[in-house]
């Protein structure tokens, strides 16, 4: 498998993910770094479950970034929402968090 780097202007998050997705084959899965230990049946429901060009993985109503790009349609979107917790590392209280949860 080749992997490809990809530098986007950095003009912030959503530009960012918009210009990546919009240069690589899709389907894609985009899995932003601050958010590890992501389960693998919160991935098989985001996969199952997406029906719109576009669609965002939620967990307890929280957006985290993790997102399945059939198509770059951008009102044709829709949000997934997984019962379990997933910690988007941002604070100390989060990486200490996470931390907890590491086998």
Sequence with gaps: MDAK?????????EVDVLEAVSRVERPTIVFPSDVPLIPKDAINLLISECRSSICSLLSRSEF??????????LDNYQSVTYPGLIINVNTKED???INKNCP
């Design 64 to 73: 985290i970034g993790v997102s399945i790009w059939k198509g770059l349609t």
């Design 5 to 13: 780097i990809l530098y986007t202007s950095g003009y912030g998050y």
């Design 95 to 97: 990486y200490e968090k």
